[in-house]
């Protein structure tokens, strides 16, 4: 178990990067707290395995330092990290069997028989394959294999950090529920270091304490759930949490009026004159249709979930969508919406910009 | 609905059949008729039974060759195989130098049987061969023509150099197959070097490479030109495999009933080995699954 420090820490796949364009990973300075169960958020492609990767040492940065408690192991190797790290694709001994796989990590290190047995029963059991334990591993299912392969990360207790590589993607989503469940509680049990990669909003926000948003190679916010989802700090956050996203809309800012296509909209502080990209940001659950006043909108179409209503809108050409309990009775002459004011948030050039209270 | 009964559908397996007649049944049979019946010249045959099977069980000579034969497929087998799965191991896995090494291990494939032969019998010569003569300058005893030993090192030395590149591309291919998630899993797990080899990259190889041992033990146990080239089967009969023996009883001696009893005995050898072969093989295979 151990602190994290990531210290100007960025990577390139290119051997000479010119740009910032070339870099997978951009500059970075981060401390994962110990202890703490992160998820690392983000679309494909965004540079969180990349993150991972330079975590666990199968990757050399290309520049800055990471220090395990102080230390700098930048130069050292995985082994000497000694960090256990589960893939997205099951990697199994396929000769071996389930208990032989499970034992492996630990028979390297050269741990004693009897706590191997022991210790194997015990993950076997966290991961339900007691039964399994004698099989070879070859003929297993894909989410049995990912079973045993999670079951190998967590076998060694020692370990400084646990990382895993979107670890349940081809598990079906039943076993999904209880194998996160599981890690869960093993953190809170262990209270290892945990840094989860997915590109799942309800993984990461179930899993975790606190989730680290990247996009384009850049950490944009790090924060609780509840932070990303009232203060999303970029856009991107913003619209990739939540379902439907928050819904961006082009305006211009002057005081603590915004102005949408020449319609005025109030917001709850005052901000100054902005230049540049100015967005209004606001989710869909404080979104109200109504008949009378606000933006005209046209309505396109509504989906009903269940739970809730979610109605998908134009304003002025762009998609917009609301959220409407599921009672609430939409009739086609509300063409108008009407937005929460303290939930506005406004974003130029695509970051949060935070205002004075009026 | 009732099926309508047409039997003139036969007649589009007709091709095939004359082809395969023509191709194999014929030319089987012909060397079954000549196994079965004896003659005296006049092309005039006689039945003879299976008194060539019986002559040529009872054969030493017959024997004699296919011991040499067996140990023939087996050295080059170990080594064949090992050295393969270890050059395999060792070549740079992408970029231009593993197409360059795939280029030049792929060059002793394309060449023909009997220009290896020549290659070597020239290569080797005391007089005027590099290889002979350098061993010729340094002291060492070397002449195949003369020397049985010399004479086996040369053929098999050459059958290592033109096959050992199939085994060794085979092998690659099952290594190149391994996805990276493995090795850093490996890496992770903090496994031996021997480790990676022995759970991960050996069971992946594990289907390549009993198509290699399969295909190099049958054709180094049908091998006939290369060895014919450099030796001729000698020094005396140091070097006279199956086919050799059984070309100089068909056409140096014109010997075609025992000849022709030879073959198919040799050729039901050939299938009997390959299927043991198989048989363990896929048995293993299944086991470690």
Redesign the interface.
Same mark, same amino acid.
């Given at each position: 178990m151990a602190k994290i420090t990531l210290d100007n820490l960025a990577h390139s796949y290119y051997p000479n990067p010119k740009s910032e364009d070339d870099f997978a990973l951009k500059e970075l300075n981060h401390v994962w707290a110990d202890g703490e169960a992160y998820a690392l958020l983000g679309s494909s492609g965004c540079g969180k395995s990349t993150l991972l990767n330079i975590i666990s040492g199968l990757l050399h940065p290309s520049q800055g330092r990471i220090l395990f408690d102080g230390v700098d192991v930048t130069n050292a190797s995985t082994a000497d990290r000694n960090i256990a790290q589960v893939f997205q694709f099951p990697v199994v001994y396929d000769t071996m069997t389930v208990r032989a796989n499970l034992a492996f990590p630990l028979k390297n290190r050269g741990a004693s028989p009897q706590y191997i047995a022991q210790r194997v029963q015990e993950i076997g059991a966290m991961i339900g394959m007691e039964a399994e334990l004698d099989k070879r591993a070859r003929g297993l299912t894909a989410d049995a294999k990912q079973k045993i392969s999670l079951g190998r990360g967590m076998v060694r207790e020692d370990v400084n950090a646990l990382l895993f590589d979107e670890p349940l993607t081809v598990i079906d989503p039943h076993m999904k529920w209880e194998l996160r469940t599981q890690l869960k509680s093993l953190h809170h049990e262990f209270g290892h270091t945990m840094i989860y990669v997915t590109h799942d909003q309800t993984e990461a926000l179930t899993f975790a304490d606190k989730v680290v948003v990247m996009y384009d190679g850049r950490v944009v916010q790090i924060g609780t759930p509840e932070e990303l989802f009232n203060k999303p700090e970029h856009t991107f956050v913003g619209y990739f949490i939540g379902s439907p996203g928050m819904n961006v809309i082009p305006a211009t800012v002057s005081g603590t009026t915004a102005t949408v296509h020449g319609t005025q909209v109030q917001l709850d502080q005052g901000y100054g004159d902005l230049s540049g990209k100015v967005e209004l940001g606001i989710r869909p659950e404080f979104v109200t249709l109504t008949e009378t006043d606000g933006l005209p909108v046209q309505v396109r179409r509504v989906e009903d979930v269940g739970r809730h209503k979610i109605v998908r809108a134009e304003l002025f050409g762009k998609e917009i969508n609301i959220l409407a309990e599921e009672g609430q009775s939409i009739s086609p002459d509300m063409n108008r919406i009407a937005f929460d004011p303290s939930r506005i948030n406004v974003y130029v050039n695509d970051w949060l910009k935070t205002g004075k209270a009026a | 609905m009732e099926k309508t009964l047409n039997q003139k559908a036969w007649f589009l397996v007709l091709p095939v059949l004359v082809l395969v007649a023509f191709s194999a049944v014929i030319p089987l049979m012909t060397v079954v008729n000549y196994s079965v019946q004896d003659t005296f010249g006049n092309n005039q045959f006689f039945w003879a039974g299976l008194e060539w099977f019986e002559d040529m069980l009872h054969s030493e000579r017959m024997w004699d060759a296919l011991g040499r034969q067996v140990m023939f497929s087996a050295i080059i087998l170990t080594i064949q195989v090992p050295l393969g799965v270890f050059i395999a191991l060792n070549m740079p896995k992408s970029g231009f130098w593993s197409s360059f090494c795939l280029v030049m291990m792929s060059l002793p494939l394309l060449i023909p049987w009997n220009v290896v032969g020549t290659i070597w019998q020239i290569f080797g010569r005391v007089d005027i061969g590099l290889l002979g003569y350098t061993l010729d300058a340094l002291g060492i005893p070397y002449n195949y023509t003369q020397n049985t030993i010399a004479a086996w090192a040369t053929i098999i030395v050459m059958d290592v150099w033109h096959w050992t590149s199939l085994v060794a591309l085979l092998a690659f291919a099952g290594l190149k197959s391994i @996805?990276d998630?493995?090795y +850093?899993?490996a /890496? !992770?797990? +903090?496994?031996?070097r021997f480790?990676i080899f022995r759970? !991960?990259e050996l @069971? /992946?190889m594990m289907g390549v490479l009993m198509i290699a041992i399969l295909l190099r033990f049958m054709d180094s146990f049908m091998i006939y030109t290369e060895p014919f080239v450099v030796t001729g089967g000698g020094p005396g009969n140091a070097t006279t495999l199956l086919s050799i023996d059984l070309v100089k009883m068909a056409l140096g001696q014109f010997d075609l009933g025992p000849a022709a009893a030879f073959s198919i005995m040799y050729y039901l050898v050939i299938l009997l080995i390959s299927w043991v072969f198989y048989t363990v093989m896929t048995t293993i295979e299944k086991k470690?699954?």
């Open positions: - | @996805p998630a493995y +850093q899993a /890496k !992770i797990d +903090q496994a031996s480790a759970y !991960i @069971p /992946k470690e699954g």
